[in-house]
Antibody
Framework: VQLVESGGGLVQPGKSLKLSCSAS????????MHWIRQAPGKGLDWVAY???????VYADAVKGRFTISRDNAKNTLYLQLNSLKSEDTAIYYC??????????WGQGVMVTVSS | DIQMTQSPASLSASLGETVTIECLAS??????LAWYQQKPGKSPQLLIY???SLNDGVPSRFSGSGSGTQYSLKINSLQSEDVSIYFC?????????FGGGTKLELK
């Protein structure tokens, strides 16, 4: 299982960013996927989940601003981040489900929201 | 949301010692609990799932136990490579929630 996130960077408050997570080593379409974030020096904060059938669930803190999606043909998971706030600054990890737990994690991508 | 409270927040132990980390849920989570290890500068790795099932490749010195609202992670014969932050996570109810973490250091 290999998961590689990309798309992070420095963005101004109120702007948008789209993260990608390229998956390999497993049948991507068969698994639910998570996004989890970690603010610098802080704990883990679950963000969103998409099932193998593309059902979605979001944390209240990001509902209406973030959108999780997947492209099974490209073996890629996405997270669209809109109306970004300073408190969204974090390392964003994608993770493959293992018995519904985030079982396999990528290396993470940094998102910094600052003017 | 279900609140997960970990204790202690930090822990210092000697090589070869046995350490225990506790996780308390704000309501019954029916053993839907995982433990993760995060080494410095790395992404978290799943150690234990369903409270007491050891993930493949995880050394047998790690074990999980508990039920209801109280869970624990035990590390027997502490090794230098176990220096990490450990997180618990409940998966019983949405949203999944994590404990605040326990930082384990060597004495």
């Amino acid at each position: 299982v290999q998961l590689v996130e990309s798309g992070g960077g420095l963005v101004q408050p109120g702007k948008s960013l789209k993260l990608s997570c390229s998956a390999s080593g497993f049948t991507f379409s068969s698994y639910g996927m998570h996004w989890i974030r970690q603010a610098p020096g802080k704990g883990l904060d679950w963000v969103a989940y998409i099932s193998s059938s593309s059902g979605t669930v979001y944390a209240d803190a990001v509902k209406g601003r973030f959108t999780i999606s997947r492209d099974n043909a490209k073996n890629t998971l996405y997270l669209q981040l809109n109306s970004l706030k300073s408190e969204d600054t974090a390392i964003y990890y994608c993770a493959r489900s293992f018995f519904h737990y985030p079982g396999y994690w990528g290396q993470g991508v940094m998102v910094t929201v600052s003017s | 949301d279900i609140q997960m409270t970990q204790s202690p927040a930090s822990l210092s132990a000697s090589l070869g010692e046995t350490v225990t980390i506790e996780c308390l849920a704000s309501e019954d989570i029916y053993s839907n609990l995982a433990w993760y290890q995060q080494k410095p500068g790395k992404s978290p790795q799943l150690l234990i799932y369903y409270a007491n099932s050891l993930n493949d490749g995880v050394p047998s010195r790690f074990s999980g136990s508990g039920s209801g609202t109280q869970y624990s992670l035990k590390i027997n014969s502490l090794q230098s490579e176990d220096v990490s932050i450990y997180f618990c996570q409940q998966n019983y109810d949405s949203p999944p929630t994590f404990g605040g973490g326990t930082k384990l250091e060597l004495k």
